[in-house]
């Protein structure tokens, strides 16, 4: 069934990197890194049940520690072979950690796993109505010999629908277009529209949708302020072995950024790129651009990032404004 894979589609790219990374991270003793190794342990065995009351045991006994264990605890509920798995009380361990916890590092991606597995939820249920109505269809076929050629296509565009679900997102965005007019010279962000355009000789070639830094509104400032910055600049280099796919640096901070953040008092920061999604979360697709989740940077899908790489050659002129009006 479609929601099944997709569960163990989402699910099973980051089990590796989060259930498998031991007790790097806990500095409380021997025995909460005892304790968390058989918890780990019992999982790797399919003792799901197991692992959770160890889970249990850790924050109760560590509370310091509570949200790691909550979301490792969210994974283990959602694990596609758990066969008591329980997405509501998935989604409970993920909304206790972002409100018990909220400086915690684990709350943006305990966001993102409420977001999906929410999707997975609705899904599954569209999914679930879709193959009853085949399954409808195919009783009336039986039953109907004189329906039969136009109950045959509705059946066959039913399970077609149902077959392709998965890779709906993914075909639409592999679709590349083929522009004749060479690559651009310009690129325009508009940060309250969250658009991203390419522009050649004054005429837009493409637009993306986008996402920002996690304070989106004015110009950056400084340093660790997650704003994404308002000016002029150029694409400078770009890092195609970047931790979000594939990166292209903006020239910030320019003169007037750096004179700004003097007068203040403050580092203005750098590091501020066009880039991909986050390596091993490429599945989530564009559905990444319903929250600002970036620290200052601006983030497309990683099939837009190859898009944009190959139209952009370093020196494109880089425009980032608040307005509305689009001028190249």
């Known amino acids: 069934m479609l929601g099944k894979h997709l569960t163990i589609f989402f699910v099973c790219i980051i089990m590796a990197p989060l259930l498998m990374c031991g007790c790097s991270h806990f500095d409380e003793g021997s025995q909460a890194k005892s304790t968390l190794m058989e918890a780990n342990d019992f999982f790797s065995q399919g003792n799901y049940q197991d692992s959770l009351s160890k889970y249990e045991q850790i924050i109760k006994k560590y509370p310091t520690m509570g949200d790691r264990v909550l979301f490792e605890m969210g994974i283990v509920y959602a694990y596609p072979k758990n066969e008591q798995k329980d997405y509501q009380k998935s989604l409970e361990c993920f909304q206790k950690l972002i409100k018990d916890y909220p400086g915690s590092e684990y709350k943006k991606d305990s966001a993102l796993m409420i977001f999906n597995i929410n999707n997975v939820i609705i899904k599954d249920k569209t999914i679930a109505a879709q193959q009853a109505h085949s399954d409808t269809l195919q009783q009336e076929l039986k039953s109907n010999e004189d329906v039969i050629v136009t109950l045959q296509k509705k059946i066959e565009a039913l399970e077609k629908e149902v077959r392709n679900k ?52 004015s110009p950056k400032e400084r340093q660790g302020d997650n704003k994404t910055p308002e000016g002029t600049y150029i694409i400078d280099s770009r890092n195609r072995d970047s931790g979000y796919h594939l990166s292209l640096h903006i020239s910030y901070p320019n003169e007037k950024d750096k004179k700004r953040a003097k007068q203040l008092g403050v580092s203005p920061g750098g590091d501020i790129m066009i880039h991909g999604l986050k390596n091993g979360f490429s599945w989530v697709g564009d559905l990444h651009t319903e929250v600002d989740w970036t620290k200052g940077c601006i983030a497309v899908t990683d099939e837009e990032i190859e898009e944009i790489d190959q139209l952009v050659p370093n020196g494109t002129i880089v425009e980032i404004r608040p307005r509305t009006c689009l001028a190249p």
Request: overall charge positive.
């Open 166 to 217: 998965e890779e709906e997102n993914s075909k639409l965005q592999k679709e590349l277009f083929v522009i004749q007019k060479g690559p651009a010279d310009k690129i325009l962000i508009e940060k309250k529209e969250r658009r991203l355009s390419l522009i050649s000789k004054g005429k837009v070639l493409k637009t993306y949708k986008i996402a920002l830094g996690g304070n989106p509104n």
